[in-house]
């Protein structure tokens, strides 16, 4: 499998787990992955069912958001997931939820501590959370 389609799947794979999890619910949130040596995206199409996307219907943009490859719109979220791309070249994917969990921990301004030693195994020390914006 060339690696822009094992990209592809890969970030598929990402949005239906966070739709099968619960962390998002109707069109909100997404989840995005970047090939930095091509510069390209892969992301959510805006509006679309979870459980109807297929691999083929995410949206291939470079990193000025200009639509590459994809028959839908790409995400409204799209500038944040680039401004993250952008400015943190260490960052490979971006999943944006409106899990009620997260959402508590950015009210808070605190990252989600790694309780379990399977979060630990997955991410690391600590979750970090955008701030809350109302």
């Not at 389609?5 to 239906?16: G, S």
């Not at 909100?28 to 992955?33: K, R």
């Not at 808070?108 to 970090?128: H, K, N, Q, V, W």
Request: aromatic content about 8%.
């Amino acid at each position: 499998m060339r690696n822009l389609d094992r990209l592809r799947q890969q970030v598929w794979e990402a949005n239906q787990g966070i739709y099968r999890a619960g962390l998002v619910t109707m069109h909100s949130g997404n989840a995005s992955g970047i090939d930095r040596n091509r510069g390209l995206v892969f992301i959510k199409p805006s509006g679309m069912d979870y459980d109807k996307m297929k691999p083929a219907d995410l949206v291939t943009v470079d990193l000025e958001g200009k639509k590459v490859r994809g028959k839908w719109e790409p995400s409204v979220d799209l500038s944040h997931h680039l401004y993250i791309y952008k400015h943190r070249p260490d960052v490979g994917g971006v999943v944006h939820t409106h899990s009620n969990h997260a959402t508590s921990f950015a009210m808070l301004g605190r990252p989600i501590p790694a309780f379990l030693t399977a979060i630990a195994d997955e991410f690391g020390d600590e979750i970090p959370c955008a701030p809350y914006v109302d």
